[in-house]
Every structure is written in structure tokens, then in C-alpha cells.
């Protein structure tokens, strides 16, 4: 089997998408994720002008040595971009691979070790009452894990939170970024225990309760709020700190016990094998697709499997329904999964990318479709343009350039 053609295709179905689609000469195709999200062009271009011509004539069953030749090959190693790029790439050729043993991709990469996979979803509020409103809509849907992000008194516009009445969605598909995210650690340190108190006092301790501090915090003010969340019992703590220097979770580990998750932008095991070795971190979020691709990050899964680090992988709605059905094959197959986020896409989006998984009763299932049960249907994302879009900034109250 040679691999004869490879087509880019990006989409605004209600937000940007890039799939990548490789042929065969049997007939059969696979489909990749290689979506960056508010730099998807960037993607394309690394994949049409420099490493699609060199998949052409390749055996597709050879994912080990076709990744080694596009992440060693290229000597301009890792980032966003090439790893996006090499990921699209690598899911396609699994997917292949499953397609042509008439397999789920899980069945690939070791069979299954679990029946259903846990997810959890987002409970976004503008203030605490909407907040445990939104907790108690996502409980009668019937998830058992739930991230609590709500508005912050004082602070006007904060991470995960929409205006009310509308669905979170970062990206700004109009003009130039928003910079209206306005950031005070220190009213959102004075509320996070308010928060969350009021959470366990209106639903119990049954809950899993998850929150996102979106690398805002320095290490001992991380240190401080997992303290201080500890009567809580959180499932975990995501993104407290940058993590470009994996020293800062020594300090974090320190001084409290609620777990630690975090990687959603690494690209690499270099990013966390310090995190994962010295058992700073519970969880590994890395995706398939911002990782390099299914060859990588199942490397990646085992070597934290040895530290007792778990997955949890991103599944934010910046993912296209390729990754997300790539993923839970995944997280079906590997023994150290975690727990998998789920924001459900639009159903415009559904429509663009029909597929097997499904929600029901707090997990995810992957379906029994061969490769990974996603299709792409390209006359109807046609409709849909690329458009430009940017992800917001976010500033101090005193007009300094902060984490977004």
C-alpha cells in the first residue's frame, strides 16, 4: 500500500477547523486533526508547502518511521505549529491502519481496558448563583465530574466565562484580539474558597469538582489556593502556573495535597518529563494532536504510567470531533487514563464530522466503528469558509500584559 495524495482543509463550521485527508492506492483514507487554534493557517502552510510532498509513495503502515522522519528530519524540532502539523499526519496513518484491519483504532493499540470513559464537562457562571445553577444543569445531565469556573466579583471579564445567555467560545472571529480580560489575583484567591464551598454545601461530596487556573498564578500563590482548597476535596487543579519551568511545581507540591494537572499546550515529552519523573503532577493533558500525533503521546502515557501519572487529555471545543474520536480510543485502551474533558460541539459541527461516540450518563463511549469512527464531509464544511480569528489577551488591572 502507497499513500498517493494528501488534501488540507480548513472550515468555520461556527469556528476554525483544519483536517488534513491522506489517500491511498487501495481506496482507503484516513483523516487528521490539525487545528491550532487562532493559528490555523500556520498550520496549513507547514503542511502543503513542506512535509505532505514527502509522505507521497510512503507505506502508510509505517507511522514509526514516517514521524521519526518529520519531527528528526526537519532539524527545526517541536512547537505549536510542527507538532500540529506532524499530528494531522500520524492520526491520518492510524486511522488507515484501523480502517484497513476493519479494527477501532483501540483494538491497535492493545484492546480495551475500559468499558466507558469518564469525561467531565464545564460549569461556567458570570457569578456564584449562576455558577451552582450551572453545576446543577450539568448533574441532571448526568456528568459526575464537573469544572467550576464562575465570574470573579470585582473583576468585569475572566477566563471561561461568557456573557449570560450565550456558550463560552474564546476565539474572536472578528477584528483584532480582545483585550478586555481584566486579571486580579488577589480577588480571585479571596474567592476561589467561597467558590467552592458553596459548591460542596449545595451538592455533596458525590461530585467530582475540577478548576482551571489558566497559568495565572505564581508558584506559592498556586501553593496557597491548593491549600485553601483542600477542605474541597477537587479532583484536580489545571494550568495553576506557566509551565515552561517545570521546577515551579517542586514549590506547588510542597505545600498541598489536592492533584495537580496540567499540559494542554506542551508538545512534547520534554515538556513534562521532569513533571512526570519526579511525580509533580497527577495528570498529563497533553493532546494528540498539539502533542505530535498518537505515535508520541502513547510513549508518552507509558513513561507516566511508570510515575502513577495519569491522562487527561483537552477535549475543549478547539479540537475537531477527529481528535476528540481519536482520543477516546485512546482512552479506552491505555490502563493510566484519567478522566477526558468534554465540551460538546455545535451540532453544525456534528453535521461536518458525523461519528460513533457518544455521551450518555456521565461518560463517553467510542463506538465499535472501524479507525477511529469519524467521517468528514467536505461539501458541507465547503459552506462553511475559514475566518480569521484570534484567541483574547488578558492584562492586569494596571494595564500590564498577563497570561491569557
Not at 445531565?141 to 461568557?162: E, F, K, M, N, W
Request: hydrophobic share 40%; charged share 20%.
Amino acid at each position: 500500500m502507497k499513500i498517493t495524495d494528501a488534501k488540507v482543509f480548513v472550515c468555520s463550521p461556527g469556528r476554525n477547523f483544519v483536517t488534513l485527508k491522506v489517500y491511498t492506492d487501495e481506496g482507503v483514507y484516513g483523516l487528521g486533526d490539525a487545528t491550532l487554534n487562532g493559528r490555523e493557517k500556520a498550520v496549513v502552510s507547514y503542511l502543503e508547502d513542506y512535509i505532505l510532498p514527502c509522505i507521497i509513495g510512503r507505506n502508510p503502515y509505517d507511522t514509526e518511521d514516517i514521524w521519526q522522519y518529520l519531527y528528526r528530519g526537519a532539524y527545526w524540532r517541536r512547537g505549536p505549529v510542527t507538532m500540529s502539523a506532524i499530528a494531522a499526519i500520524d492520526m491520518a496513518l492510524w486511522d488507515i491502519r484501523a480502517k484497513c484491519a476493519g479494527q477501532p483504532l483501540y483494538n491497535l493499540l492493545g484492546g480495551r481496558t475500559r468499558d466507558r470513559v469518564l469525561v467531565y464537562c464545564h460549569a461556567n457562571g458570570t457569578d456564584l448563583p449562576h455558577t451552582l445553577e450551572e453545576v446543577g444543569r450539568y448533574r441532571e445531565l448526568g456528568y459526575r465530574a464537573i469544572r467550576v469556573q464562575s465570574g470573579i466579583p470585582g473583576i468585569d471579564h475572566t477566563y471561561g466565562v461568557a456573557p449570560a445567555g450565550t456558550k463560552y467560545e474564546p476565539a474572536i472571529r472578528a477584528g483584532l484580539p480582545d483585550e478586555s480580560a481584566c486579571w486580579s489575583t488577589e480577588k480571585y484567591l479571596a474567592f476561589m474558597p467561597r467558590l467552592f464551598q458553596a459548591v460542596r454545601d449545595r451538592f455533596g461530596e458525590d461530585l467530582l469538582l475540577l478548576h482551571d487556573g489558566h497559568h495565572r498564578l505564581t508558584p506559592i500563590e498556586a501553593a496557597r489556593l491548593g491549600k485553601e482548597l483542600e477542605p474541597f476535596h477537587l479532583f484536580w487543579l489545571e494550568d495553576l502556573v506557566q509551565a515552561e519551568l517545570q521546577e515551579n511545581f517542586r514549590l506547588i507540591r510542597r505545600h498541598t495535597t489536592t492533584p495537580l494537572a496540567v499540559g494542554e499546550v506542551f508538545n512534547t515529552i520534554y515538556d513534562c518529563q521532569q513533571l512526570i519523573s519526579e511525580q509533580l503532577i497527577d495528570y498529563i493533558r497533553m493532546t494528540i494532536v498539539h502533542g505530535g500525533g498518537i505515535t508520541p503521546v502513547l510513549k508518552t502515557a507509558h513513561f507516566a504510567e511508570m510515575y502513577m501519572v495519569k491522562t487527561g487529555f483537552h477535549g475543549a471545543t478547539d479540537l475537531s470531533p477527529v481528535t476528540m474520536g481519536a482520543a477516546l480510543h485512546f482512552d479506552t485502551a491505555v490502563h493510566n487514563f484519567g478522566i477526558q474533558e468534554h465540551m460538546p460541539h455545535e451540532p453544525l459541527v456534528d453535521e461536518v464530522f458525523p461519528h460513533a461516540y457518544h455521551y450518555a450518563d456521565g461518560y463517553m463511549y467510542p463506538g465499535d466503528a472501524v479507525g477511529f469512527g469519524v467521517d468528514f464531509d467536505e461539501k458541507l464544511a465547503a459552506k462553511y469558509p475559514y475566518q480569521r480569528a484570534y484567541l483574547p489577551v488578558n492584562r492586569k488591572t494596571d494595564g500590564t500584559m498577563w497570561n491569557w
